[in-house]
């Protein structure tokens, strides 16, 4: 009311006030992406979340080539090919665990070169500055140069370190996944051959407690882990905090996305088929390839993140991980092999030419007995976070905070009053929206079952009960083809 109901002056007064008029259309949950990670050894660094947005930013502040910023770089590419709006923060770890080490490899070369040839040393899909090698130069006059045209690229993971008959690359962090890091060299085989020792003799992990401990009550829907997907001591601390993030006081559920590049599928599954209860994380698998397994989350964060955001009804079938680099054909499950890992809690991702294509994204769940498991989907998680942020969004508002309640029998002329009737209105439109947006299915079920009562034993609350189902995906599409032959057909004269 514009014009106080005391004043007795003559006035006009006029009020503005802003309308909702979208008719219960319901509002799609901003995703926001966590990346938890550790930087560089050479950086130094506060433990506290920072918003970034741009990977060169995450690079001056935790080191080029940390995984922090080789996670980053896939999260956020200078093409714009990545989470576009979407709200990325960095919830840093230490680059140098308690009982840390670096891991470490070589390269040897040796021999003569027989005509003049230029190479490049490429780790985990990137590449080095070329170096060229003269005719008949010795293999033992190319170590710097080598060195060089490593340390020419800041975003490479290692170091090289040039001694007089090898060249060390050492990591930019320490830690157990500094072993997932690999190296080649490439160019043509014209006599010099290069020895190479791949990165080996990281230890220790550190704990993603502390990071943890910084998201309270802010939404992140998705979280990138640049640990390994076999910390089973990371695993655990993730699952312990997500599953307080589904409680009802908290009610800001996330998932956790690892990624694997182990070529076979038994080798993830080994892990998932432990976690049966397990619905917070999700590890993500590209079989064979070359890329970090932080990059390969990443770069599957990106495109789920960007799915979730414009249409949370969608699964992710078919997004394009472009960025990462693609196993061997041989290292592509068959049909039998993906349906296996699904059982057992994995994700499944093939090449399809050569760009790796996601096929389903599940979190570990499987409980025994439980057909089909609740939890498994993220798609289905993304629904829930969805259904959970629009009746937030109601019962959060001023308009319910501390309103009167009564039966809905009494009558009133207080405007500020609610009823049990009002919620369920509330509630039924809430459903509405989220029916039109293929989030639910058989929308008018569900309002006829929502149940909302005063408690029998406290005036002060309000009791709704909210039976919802989430709508399908046309993840398997079976068709019954059948055929004959044409035998011709008699003519009759």
Not at 444 to 450: D, F, G, L
Request: include cysteine; charge should be negative; glycine fraction near 8%.
């Amino acid at each position: 009311m514009g014009v106080d109901v005391t004043a007795v002056a003559r006035v006009v007064g006029i009020e503005t006030t802003f309308k909702d008029l979208r008719g219960g259309a319901a509002v799609r949950l901003p995703q926001q992406v966590a990346l938890v990670g550790q930087g560089s050894l050479t950086s130094t660094y506060a433990l506290t979340p920072v918003k970034v947005t741009s990977a060169a930013t995450v690079g001056t502040t935790y080191g080029f080539g940390s995984p922090l910023h080789l996670a980053a770089l896939q999260l956020l590419p200078t093409n714009g090919d990545g989470l576009g709006t979407i709200p990325l923060t960095v919830y840093p770890m230490e680059a140098e665990p308690t009982a840390g080490a670096v891991s470490s490899g070589t390269i040897i070369p040796t021999g003569t070169q027989a005509g003049t040839a230029n190479y490049t040393v490429t780790v985990n899909g990137l590449v080095s500055a070329p170096f060229q090698v003269l005719d008949a130069e010795l293999g033992t006059d190319l170590e710097a140069r080598i060195g060089e045209a490593i340390n020419a690229n800041v975003n490479m993971p290692v170091i090289a370190v040039v001694t007089s008959d090898l060249v060390t690359l050492n990591s930019k962090w320490e830690g157990l996944s500094a072993n997932d890091i690999t190296i080649s060299v490439d160019g043509p085989a014209n006599g010099i051959t290069f020895g190479l020792v791949q990165p080996v003799g990281g230890l220790d992990t550190p704990d993603v407690a502390t990071a943890l401990g910084n998201i309270v009550n802010k939404w992140e829907t998705l979280l990138v882990n640049c640990l390994q997907f076999t910390d089973s001591t990371a695993l655990d601390a993730y699952q312990l905090w997500g599953a307080n993030r589904w409680g009802a006081l908290v009610k800001k559920p996330a998932v956790v996305v690892t990624g694997s590049n182990s070529p076979i599928t038994t080798t993830v599954t080994a892990v998932t088929d432990l976690r049966k209860t397990d619905f917070i994380n999700l590890i993500y698998p590209v079989y064979g390839s070359a890329s970090l397994p932080l990059q390969i989350a990443a770069r599957a964060v990106a495109r789920f993140a960007k799915v979730s955001n414009e249409d949370p009804a969608m699964d992710y079938g078919g997004q394009k991980l472009t960025g990462i680099e693609p196993g061997a054909d041989i290292n592509q499950a068959n049909y039998l092999a993906l349906n296996a890992a699904i059982v057992a809690g994995s994700s499944t991702s093939t090449v399809i030419d050569g760009v790796v294509s996601a096929l389903d994204t599940i979190t570990c769940y499987h409980p025994t007995g439980e057909d089909p498991p609740a939890y498994r989907y993220l798609a289905d998680i993304a629904k829930l976070q969805n259904v959970i942020f629009n009746l937030d969004l109601i019962f959060a508002a001023p308009s319910w905070d501390g309103a009167p309640l009564i039966p809905d029998s009494q009558a009133t002329t207080n405007p500020n009053a609610r009823k049990p009737m009002s919620a369920k209105s509330a509630i039924n439109t809430v459903l509405d929206g989220l029916g039109l947006a293929a989030i639910l299915s058989d929308v008018e079920t569900a309002k006829k079952a929502t149940v909302v009562t005063i408690d029998s034993g406290n005036p002060k609350r309000l009791n709704a009960t909210v039976v919802v189902q989430l709508s399908g995906n046309t993840n398997i599409i079976s068709i019954d083809l059948n055929f004959g032959f044409f035998f011709g057909t008699l003519e009759v004269l």
